[in-house]
């Protein structure tokens, strides 16, 4: 998936996903605006409403601006520098462009860990998109010579049938459950976890059918 990636770099990273429908890339100061776009439909954001801009809503709740987003990027890079975050936008060729549908990786790690999120447009859902896109972040974590974390997690609403069928049925994941608030929202949250050797071993070659049979 990748060459030897050094995390304090601050150069770009740009990588395809292993279908070749996608590409993963850092955030770039251009993206702000259609970023911004995607976080303030609400179709995108159902299962995410405990995310607000880190300076709080300016321009009513659910409105994210271009400033807005350039603030949580800033905050990303300066962790992503610091070992403890890695995100990465998602694009998709449309007729000789690349188009910026959504954006996955980790916006929490530690030396061992991470937690994998996704989000992307409700217009592209539904396709193996967000499968492919997983893929490559999963494969980019557990890699000795990317990320090279030894287990994630997966933390998402309780009432998100699509994460949770991802996790449960396609992955064979078992979930713990919790109630607690985040930012003001109450938050009934399920949680996924498993290693880069349950990765290897069980999970990888289902996924990559499911990208395989999606691509074709």
Known sequence: LVSRLNMNAKDPFNSN?????????????????ALARIFSDPLNMKYLE??????????G????SKEDMRERV?????NRMQGKSFVLNIFINEEG???????TGYVRMDEEWASLGIILDHKYQGKGLATEALFSSIELLFDSNGLNR?????????DNENMRGWSEKLCGLSGTFEAKTVNGVPWNEVK????????????REKVLAKIMRSGK
Do not use: M
């Not at 800033?74 to 300066?78: F, G, H, P, S, V």
């Not at 462009?97 to 954006?103: A, N, V, Y």
């Not at 996924?192 to 999970?203: G, V």
């Open 50 to 59: 405990i995310l607000c801009p880190p300076s709080g809503w300016k321009n």
């Open 17 to 33: 996903t292993v279908n070749q429908r996608l590409v993963l890339k850092t955030h770039r100061e251009e993206d702000d605006e």
């Open 97 to 103: 462009e690349e188009k910026l549908i959504g954006t």
């Open 150 to 158: 030894k287990w994630l997690t997966i933390e998402t609403r309780e």
């Open 74 to 78: 800033e905050i990303q890079t300066a």
């Open 61 to 64: 709740k659910g409105n994210w």
């Open 192 to 203: 996924y976890k498993f290693t880069r050797e349950e990765w290897n071993e069980k999970i």
